[in-house]
């Protein structure tokens, strides 16, 4: 086993965004959907600082912390909305949320 | 030292990743997602990343999680009951996901041949101090478009989530 590298980062990032995608496609919880879109920004986030460390430059880091940010305001805004809908179709369930379908 | 650190806490993160989106319960995939930030935290410590390392607990361990747990308090989600899945999708999903993945890290090594070796304190830019140097100085204007960001998230979540709608 060699040292780490940058390279390892990278593919801890890519399996965690596989993994994210795969719960935002497969599951039916609106919860655990936006859950799973925080590991997808989290993946995102390791590969800019693991880039960061290695271009030794510190604007990786910067907008990780913009990504932070975002998704910070997409949580609370998700769960607003899912709370309205709850109140209205007594349900979390992405697919009974069928009111657009034709 | 390094390695025993990444390996040890890569591992955690991805089967804390994998628990979040195979549990039947919300509260059990929030507290994995709280396992997940953890560690990704300790490797943005190796990474020299200490603010951010910091910001990732209080942030998303400390805010987010509290927000997700409470919402599902409110909310009383219980287990999800499983769907009927396509004999195809159950029988070639795991395969073309190690597919996928291996496809992904076959191109990263081929073109981002990563020469550069990743060592514990090599890279230290990443204090409060010189992170916000930047954000203040170079970084201002996005810096104040995000605060605007989070004033409209703060105003559109009270207005989504308020009793008459």
Redesign the interface.
Known sequence: ?G??????????S???L???T??VL????I??V???I??IL?AV??NL??F???L????G??F???V??????????G??????L???KET??A?EVDLLKW | M??IL?LIF?II??VC??N??V?TH?IA??IS?VG??GS?AV??LL???E??AM??II??AG??MV??VF??M??N?GA?SK?GRSLVAQLLGFPL?IA??AL??YF??RY????????FG??K??TAQ??GR??FTQ?LL?FEV?SI??L???V??????R?E?
């Open positions: 086993m040292p780490i590298t940058t390279t390892h980062y990278i593919a801890l890519a399996a965690l596989l993994i994210g795969i719960g497969t599951r039916r919880n919860v655990i936006l859950m799973s925080e590991l989290n986030n390791i600082i693991a960061s460390h290695n030794h430059n510190v604007n880091q910067i990780a912390i913009f932070i940010t975002d998704a910070v305001a997409e949580a609370a805004v769960l607003g909305i899912l709370i309205a709850f109140r209205n979390v369930l697919d | 390094d390695v990444f890569a993160a991805v990743a994998v979040v989106v549990q919300p995939s929030a997602l997940v930030m990704l490797l943005y990474l020299g990343a603010f951010l910001a990732q942030v998303y805010a987010i927000l997700f919402v599902i409110l909310l989600a999800e769907r996901l996928l993945l992904a890290s990263i090594q981002y041949p990563g020469t550069a070796t990743v060592q090599a890279f830019a990443g010189n992170i930047a954000l970084y996005p995000t960001l989070i409209i998230a703060i559109g979540a009270v207005v989504l989530a009793k709608l």
